[in-house]
């Protein structure tokens, strides 16, 4: 089993659409869970950190399930400008251990 | 200002030729990363340094060496280039909240080397 998992897309969406993008991942020691965004041939960034309580930016909420190892993001009322690939990102938080990426879910979003 | 720089952005060479890959960030973290994404866009560790210090070092082939002259750079070597090197490689840099590099905040990337190995 892949440490993290996302279902790759593509998602295309019009304009104005809500969309969800689940992850998962293996273990259960992980820590700290982030969202980073990758445009096409440049490089990865932040978009938000997820906390337990599930947490909110605008129009991307994340949230948290670490029972079911779960992590999700929602984008409401999507952009043309929201096209890119979205990575999953887990942290042990341990010493000699680095962020886990996963394989991004693309999403593409039209006029 | 650029926060990670990496040169050169583009590298072409044949194999078996020995090149050089970079980085430096100018917002005083103590942790860098090396990161290669292959073709099929998967993001993977390979090295990690704390304060010129090797933390990681993912199973990656002697080929490559990487060097921290000192905590704003980390230089990556490549010997006997292969095909299957071909690839973009990251730098990255974060602030270690722990002093052990055990806690990565925020990690912020270098543009990228895109390196085709022919």
């Known amino acids: 089993r892949k440490e993290v998992e996302q279902d790759p897309g593509p998602f295309n969406v019009p304009e104005g659409a809500t969309v969800a993008f689940n992850c998962t991942y293996s273990?259960?020691?992980?820590?700290?869970f982030f969202w980073y965004r990758q445009d096409c041939r440049k490089e990865p960034k932040l978009l938000m950190s997820v906390y337990s309580s599930g947490n909110e930016d605008g129009r991307f909420t994340a949230q948290l399930n670490r029972a079911s190892q779960y992590i999700s993001l929602l984008i409401r009322d999507s952009k043309l400008s929201d096209s890119a690939t979205y990575l999953c990102v887990v942290n042990l938080n341990q010493a000699g251990t680095a962020l886990i990426f996963g394989k991004g879910t693309t999403l593409s979003v039209s006029s | 200002d650029t926060a990670v720089s990496q040169t050169p952005k583009y590298l072409v060479t044949q194999m078996g030729n020995d090149k050089s890959i970079k980085c430096e960030q100018n917002?005083?973290?103590?942790?860098m990363y090396w990161y290669k994404q292959d073709s099929k866009k998967f993001l993977k560790i390979m090295f990690s340094y704390n304060n010129k210090e090797l933390i990681i070092n993912e199973t990656v082939p002697n080929r490559f060496s990487p060097k921290s002259p000192d905590k704003a750079h980390l230089n990556l070597h490549i010997n006997s280039l292969e095909l299957g090197d071909s690839a973009v490689y990251f730098c990255?840099?974060?602030?270690?909240?722990?002093?052990?590099?055990?806690?990565?905040?925020?990690?912020?990337f270098g543009p990228g080397t895109r390196l085709t190995v022919l």
């Open positions: 990255a840099s974060s602030q270690d909240l722990t002093g052990t590099g055990g806690w990565t905040d925020t990690q912020y």
């Open positions: 273990n259960s020691a992980s820590q700290s």
């Open positions: 917002l005083g973290h103590d942790t």
